[in-house]
């Protein structure tokens, strides 16, 4: 589903590249960790898979066809949904109308239909109470599942994270890492997550270590 073909990134000089000629595939239906060291590049290698960034060398594809080429906004639109670790959710809406929003905007097969977001963020565990009040009187966890939803009822079939689970205790990182897995193997997505966080890498289907400039696969499935 997406492949980096010979990507390379640097702030400054190219002889102080985060990384360079990485070609990688990843595939639908299996979820990804991406490891490394602080400061070694792994947000911003998230940022170019997600059409956030533009590379400074080599390409990204998405379905054999540069994201670039077809058109960044598009791809961040319509193919890519980003969990972060502070949520990033409308904070003067509900759960209801967070999900509501985001498949109005993505054009969602499923947008308009209240319903079908109610049962989704149900299945996270969200009482009726809770998927109606202002998400800021959530806990960080019932928000992170309310970011996970919103991938849930969106079409994106990329989905990536960024230390999703930064900000929760033992057992909500659990469930919040349970639940991506469920959407790389119920909805069939390509799940790529960048965490610090052995338990996590641990229970993805394939661990991905940035280090020393390039990227080794450690653990395939
Ligand atoms: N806009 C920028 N300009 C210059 N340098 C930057 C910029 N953004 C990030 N960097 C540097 O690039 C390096 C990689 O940053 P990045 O956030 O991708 O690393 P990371 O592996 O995700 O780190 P962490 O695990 O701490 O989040 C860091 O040394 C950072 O200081």
Known sequence: MLETKKLGYWYGHEDDALFK????????????????????????????????????????????????????????????????????????MSALENLMVAMAITGAQHKGDKEFARQV??????????????????????????????????????????????????????????LLQQIAHEQHKCVIIVTHEVEVAARCDVTIRLAERTFRVEQPA
């Open 121 to 178: 963020l149900a299945k996270l565990g969200l009482t009726d109470e809770q998927m109606v009040k202002n998400v800021q009187k959530l806990s960080g966890g019932q928000q992170q599942r309310v970011a996970i939803a919103r991938t849930m009822c969106c079409d994106a079939p990329l989905v990536v994270a960024d230390e999703p689970t930064g900000n929760l205790d033992e057992r909500n990182t659990v469930e919040v890492i349970d």
């Open 21 to 92: 000629n990485v070609t990688l595939s990843f595939d639908a239906g299996m979820s990804y960790a991406i490891v490394g060291q602080s400061g070694s590049g792994k947000t911003t290698f998230l940022a170019l898979i997600s059409g956030l960034d533009i590379p400074k060398a080599g390409v990204v594809e998405f379905n054999g066809q540069d994201i670039s080429t077809v058109g960044l906004t598009k791809y961040r639109r319509h193919d890519v949904a980003i969990v972060f670790q502070s949520y990033n959710l409308f904070n003067y």
